[in-house]
């Protein structure tokens, strides 16, 4: 019984440990590259799926908005009752029915709904923009998170290695007690600093996933931000030229512009409002069981029904004065809209230069300072230098290291707005990042 006890045991412990090891799907992670990335977020965000969606199930209501245009075709039933001599009539027939545009109405509202089309497609082209550069960001924060997170490790092992030697340089005599403390707390310091980049870390993994929407998977960025890997000679020049291709490219605006075209067409309708209709039926008796049955069954009878509006109560001129209205408060909105492009891109272009200069200025600064670190160190090392000396080199290069990893996100995350302003991700063979 005891031997049957221990090897239940040993089962059960060799079970809980197969569990443990074996691989959690949801918390397994892998490599991935901005473009994989991108890939990921533009056909799986939830956001975009449900415009694609939208705008499919547009496309329908199009076609079932113009369907009183086509040909209708009915089974017709008719009982008529004689009150007076208690008799009734039935009469089954076949109807063709067609209402004939002599007005021209049918192209104009064809038209108008179409738009509603369009304008469903350039919504989701508009959000697309929007997410993708809002992705690419993220990515960024999240493969510049990465890379503090080791250089907060590296700052740690180098302050353990400095404190050992305070340490073994106390016991020989050879400095107070002082240092050691001092070691001791910028080591606890880097501690706190790690442990602060690694939270950071993860909260922006969580945002860049979130994006992707990818539950099972946890995507890292596998770029590494220890250099500039893009090419920084593209600028953007704010001319003409650039700037309506950019309108041309942003569908924000594109959607104001379809719907001042709609105002347009709600005005040409308007006008129409008191145009007459004409209603084409074309009927076939088949069977009948009235008193003039051989008159009537096997008959086919031939009907125009023209309806001429007289009066509407000024309904048709009402409209075509608030459409008037309307496209006047358009073409104000599209102008204040091109407007707001215009600044939106002159102040990219201006992120980007500047983000560009920064990183050039904080390179130089991590080198001198990387320079003046080792000096002191190997000072502090022959006995040469104190460790006040060396702590100050130590933090002021661990700034130095912060800033230029900052920098250098900064010029992607500013390319990745300079992209977005100027419609980018939604019109890919035009964004300016065709290098990187």
Request: glycine share 2%; aromatic share 8%.
């Amino acid at each position: 019984m005891k031997n049957k006890g221990w090897k239940c045991i040993f089962l059960l412990s060799f079970l809980c440990l197969c569990l443990f090891l074996q691989p959690n799907p949801v918390l397994s992670s892998t490599l991935i590259n901005r473009e994989e990335y991108l890939r990921i977020v533009d056909t799986q965000n939830p956001t975009l799926l449900a415009l694609v969606k939208q705008a499919k199930a547009k496309f329908s209501e199009v076609q079932s908005l113009v369907a009183h245009q086509r040909l209708a075709i009915n089974l017709q039933t008719e009982n008529i009752v004689f009150t007076g001599s208690n008799k009734n009539e039935q009469t089954l027939s076949l109807n063709v029915l067609q209402k004939i545009d002599i007005a021209g109405k049918y192209l104009p509202e064809e038209e108008y709904y179409l738009i509603e089309y369009e304008k469903s497609i350039f919504q989701y082209k508009d959000e697309k923009n929007k997410i993708l550069a809002q992705a690419e960001k993220a990515f960024w924060e999240a493969a510049w998170a990465k890379e503090n997170v080791e250089l907060q490790k590296n700052i740690l092992y180098e302050r353990l290695e400095l404190l050992k030697v305070a340490q073994e340089k106390y016991k020989q005599g050879m400095v107070p007690e002082l240092d050691v403390i001092r070691a001791s707390t910028q080591v606890e310091e880097s501690r706190s600093f790690l442990t602060e980049a690694e939270a950071f870390f993860q909260n922006a993994l969580t945002s860049m996933n979130v994006l992707a929407t990818n539950q099972h998977l946890n995507m890292i960025p596998e770029t590494a931000l220890s250099s500039l890997s893009i090419s920084t000679s593209f600028v953007l020049s704010v001319n003409s030229s650039t700037i309506e291709l950019i309108l041309a490219n942003r569908d924000d605006l594109n959607i104001l512009n379809l719907t001042l075209r709609q105002l347009e067409l709600s005005r040409i309708l308007a006008a129409k409002g008191l145009s007459p209709m004409l209603e084409a039926s074309l009927g076939y008796v088949a069977l009948t069981d009235s008193e003039q049955k051989e008159s009537l069954e096997g008959d086919i009878r031939l009907s125009l029904v023209m309806t001429v509006p007289i009066i509407d109560g000024q309904k048709s001129k009402l409209q075509q004065k608030q459409y008037e209205e309307l496209i006047q408060s358009t073409h104000y909105n599209i102008q204040a809209k091109e407007t707001s492009i215009y600044q939106e891109v002159v102040e990219a272009q201006n992120d980007w230069e500047k983000s560009l200069a920064l990183e050039k200025s904080r390179k130089q600064q991590l080198d001198q300072s990387t320079r003046e670190l080792a000096i002191t160190r190997l000072m502090y090392q022959e006995g040469m230098g104190n460790q006040l000396d060396l702590l100050r080199a130590q933090v002021e290069n661990q700034r130095v290291q912060t800033e230029y990893l900052a920098a250098i996100r900064d010029v992607y995350k500013s390319l990745a707005e300079l992209k977005r302003v100027a419609g980018g991700y939604s019109h890919p063979e035009s964004g300016p990042d065709k290098e990187s």
